[in-house]
T-cell receptor, first 113, second 118 residues
Framework: KNQVEQSPQSLIILEGKNCTLQ??????????LRWYKQDTGRGPVSLTI?????NTKSNGRYTATLDADTKQSSLHITASQLSDSASYIC????????????FGTGTRLLVSP | GAVVSQHPSWVICKSGTSVKIECRSL??????MFWYRQFPKQSLMLMAT?????????EQGVEKDKFLINHASLTLSTLTVTSAHPEDSSFYIC??????????????FGPGTRLTVT
């Protein structure tokens, strides 16, 4: 079954601290893995997208890693800011001819002052 | 670049009426657009995939006669919720995929439309 599981489900950290979100997937055939940030009441915004051959990608204070062998990914947020409070969704794209996305349930991050 | 807009951003309608939601790709042509539904504290669930000029492909369990999708141009797709009921209240999000280029596998999401059926 094609699934994407994320942990933790929710997380509270102090402003300025770092955190790491986890994503495990059982999606096949694999095409790429994406991390999105979704603010409450808004659509998801892409942070990173990685193909099979990429094992790390950064976007400012966000760094994503991918281990295609163990089917795991992580999103590391450095020096968190209040504006980082959002849901972070791991999404794996299946290579079925038209790139069908399988969504994780997300990690709700709250950055506290 | 790669901006997707939705209109309206939120709508309240009475049970039994129909509501149309528009999704536009503002600065690129989208050969494929996707419609998702998201309930509170849940992830996005794909409802249907639409390709410009052809009929939409609906996911299992999604009623095609209730959720009418029209993708009449490369920059516009519409979702019409017909005979809406309170259980249709949800957050509807569209996404669009560029037709060509290195970003052709990327999907750009709209800001979403909050539908409340009373």
């Amino acid at each position: 079954k094609n699934q994407v599981e994320q942990s933790p489900q929710s997380l509270i950290i102090l402003e300025g601290k770092n955190c790491t979100l986890q994503c495990n997937y059982t999606v096949s055939p694999f095409s790429n893995l994406r991390w999105y940030k979704q603010d409450t009441g808004r659509g998801p915004v892409s942070l990173t997208i990685m193909t099979f051959s990429e094992n790390t990608k950064s976007n400012g204070r966000y760094t994503a890693t991918l281990d295609a062998d163990t089917k795991q990914s992580s999103l590391h947020i450095t020096a968190s800011q209040l504006s980082d409070s959002a849901s972070y969704i791991c999404v794996v794209s299946r290579n079925t001819g038209f790139q069908k996305l399988v969504f994780g349930t997300g990690t709700r991050l709250l950055v506290s002052p | 670049g790669a901006v997707v807009s939705q209109h309206p951003s939120w709508v309240i309608c009475k049970s039994g009426t129909s509501v149309k939601i528009e999704c536009r790709s503002l600065d690129f042509q989208a050969t494929t657009m996707f419609w998702y539904r998201q309930f509170p504290k849940q992830s996005l669930m794909l409802m249907a995939t639409s390709n410009e000029g052809s009929k939409a492909t609906y996911e299992q369990g999604v009623e095609k006669d209730k959720f009418l999708i029209n993708h009449a141009s490369l920059t516009l797709s519409t979702l019409t919720v017909t005979s809406a009921h309170p259980e249709d209240s949800s957050f509807y999000i569209c996404s669009a995929r560029p037709g060509q280029g290195v970003s052709s596998y990327e999907q750009y999401f709209g800001p979403g439309t909050r539908l409340t059926v009373t």
